[in-house]
């Protein structure tokens, strides 16, 4: 089963807001399988900034929201801070498939 | 505080053999699921398995099956990844993860900080 697509990049100025798309099938993001987000630092872990497509655990900025529509879960940071450049990756459980969970390709966020 | 320590990573030759362990502290690891997710530079991760809780049930990805085997030692805290007639494909960052529910949807919460297995002549 292919990996979630997002756009390679995406980039915003300071301040303003960015937008970041992930797109799977009925099977994946479509259905009800749990879709999150996770900001990843370079040479760090993966961390959880959004589970359940726009829930945020506990300690996580009200500036990163999230939706979906159809096949296609988003990300949203308004208010974009020099911090928030990084890479983002969605995932999403599957169903009727060999893996238990895919993953996007990843977004790297560049903040001009 | 919640934590995931992996470790056992290394430089292997094709055809050979590691051992992956993943140490958990701060949470009762028996009553979780838990994974091994691989990263290669400039990707996104690729889910490698998984272990049930209770039951040992185990699955694999495709890549890997019949290759890999995951354990866990609940009395030990203790997450396990055997890798055997490793491919140079293989060659990534290994983090393990726990399956946790937040209300009522799934999640992988928190990440270990990872373990580089470089296989390579």
């Known amino acids: 089963q292919s990996a979630l697509t997002q756009p390679a990049s995406v980039s915003g100025s300071l301040g303003q807001s960015i937008t970041i798309s992930c797109t799977g099938t009925s099977s994946d993001v479509g259905g009800n399988y749990y879709v999150s987000w996770y900001q990843q630092h370079p040479g760090k872990a993966p961390k959880l900034i959004l589970y359940?497509?726009?829930k945020r655990p506990s300690g996580v900025s009200s500036r990163f929201s999230g939706s979906k529509s159809g096949n296609t879960a988003s990300l949203t940071i308004s208010g974009l801070q020099a911090e928030d450049e990084t890479d983002y990756y969605c995932s999403s459980y599957t169903t009727g498939s060999t893996v238990d969970v895919l993953f996007g390709g990843g977004t790297k966020l560049t903040v001009l | 505080e919640v934590q995931l320590v992996e470790s056992g990573g290394g430089l292997v030759q094709p055809g050979g053999s590691l051992r992956l362990s993943c140490a958990a502290s701060?949470?009762?690891?028996?009553?979780?699921?838990m994974h091994w997710v691989r990263q290669t530079p400039g990707k996104g991760p690729e889910w490698v398995s998984r272990?049930?809780?209770?039951?040992?049930?185990?699955r694999y990805a495709d890549s890997v099956n019949g290759r890999f085997t995951i354990s866990r030692d609940n009395a030990k805290s203790t997450l396990y990844l055997q890798m055997n007639s490793l491919r140079a494909e293989d060659t990534a960052v290994y983090y393990c993860?726990?399956?946790?529910?937040?209300?009522?949807?799934?999640?992988?919460?928190?990440w270990g900080q990872g373990t580089l297995v470089t296989v390579s002549p």
């Open positions: 272990i049930n809780h209770d039951d040992g049930v185990t």
């Open positions: 701060g949470f009762t690891f028996s009553r979780y699921w």
């Open positions: 359940d497509v726009s």
């Open positions: 993860a726990r399956d946790i529910w937040y209300g009522s949807a799934r999640v992988f919460d928190p």
